[in-house]
């Protein structure tokens, strides 16, 4: 009886653990498309970015691929595929985690003066820093780093070290880059302003709280966006809406978050932040306090 390939006896005990998990092949990279799912000609599967019909067999569509199932881990169509493995991936946002990628000594060095210590585990040239919670994945953030999480695959080295801590907002503000949240030469904005959506009770039908209580604390919020004119508004609006957005996480909802949104979007706007890394920053941060209500 033939043994069973090495990563496959690793992806199905990841799997039976609840890790998502494919094959790579050489390169670390995952296995080509199939015939049929060449150039995503399929629709791609479900739970991509975007959503298509494909049902193909065959663990085509990289990261989106990754399974915990063992009957597809064991099925013939990706017996090929482990045949040719040369080592084992899983797909962290489908796990609830987020893997912070360190390339080098200097990223290394970085994350430890700025990151909340958490699970490591060495690679070749650096480090995997492991947290719990998920986000959009993001590379390059800064030099040496990328984001692996929802839309990415990292590959499986082992369980590491260390006690996994909670995904902070230093982390999800990473895809912010502070080079892009200068002001313009001679004090001119980067990007023409959003059209301002007030915040007020009639796009908040659901909330708890009264129209005081959140009008100040958004012009609270909005000051201290307006205050960094020098560097860092992307990463304050990002604060801002996550802590916004925490208020709200009882409320039965709707509460305008999105309204919100839109205020904080202006004021890191009027400071030279560009709209569409404003945007970003305000859209991850009401989604990191996990509101349900927006």
């Known amino acids: 009886m033939r043994a069973t390939p090495e990563p496959l006896n690793a992806a199905l005990a990841l799997a039976a653990a609840g890790v998502p998990v494919l094959p790579l092949r050489a390169g670390k990279v995952p296995l080509g498309n199939c015939r049929s ?32 199932d063992p009957h597809v881990l064991t099925s013939p169509a990706w017996a090929p595929a482990w045949r040719e493995a040369t080592a084992l991936a899983y797909h962290p946002g489908g796990a609830g985690l987020t893997v912070v990628d360190l390339d080098n000594a200097a990223a290394v060095d970085w994350a430890r003066a700025t990151l909340p210590a958490t699970r490591t585990v060495p690679t070749t040239r650096g480090e995997h820093w492991l947290y719990l919670g998920a986000m959009p994945s993001s590379n ?15 590959r499986w080295l082992g369980p590491g070290t260390g006690r996994t801590a909670v995904l902070p907002a230093a982390v999800r503000a990473l895809p912010v880059k502070e080079e892009d949240t200068n002001p313009a030469p001679g004090g001119g904005l980067v990007s023409s302003l959003p059209t301002r959506t007030r915040w007020d009770r009639t ?16 012009d609270n919020g909005l000051a201290l966006v307006r205050a960094r004119t020098e560097s860092g508004a992307g990463s304050q609006a990002f604060g801002v809406a996550r802590f916004l957005a925490a208020q709200h996480t009882a409320c039965p909802g709707p509460c305008g978050l999105a309204a919100l949104g839109e205020e904080i979007v202006t004021a890191a706007v009027t400071v030279g932040v560009p709209e569409a890394y404003a945007r970003r920053a305000v859209t991850n941060g009401l989604e990191a306090a996990g509101e349900r209500a927006a």
Do not use: F, I
């Open 37 to 68: 799912c060449k150039g995503n000609a399929c629709g791609g599967r479900p739970h991509m970015k975007s959503a298509g019909p494909c049902r193909c067999p065959a663990p085509c569509h990289a990261w989106a691929a990754a399974t915990t």
């Open 140 to 154: 390059a953030v800064r030099p040496g780093v990328d984001v692996k999480s929802l839309a990415q695959y990292a």
């Open 203 to 218: 796009v908040a039908t659901g909330c708890r709280h009264t129209e005081s209580y959140v009008r100040t604390g958004l």
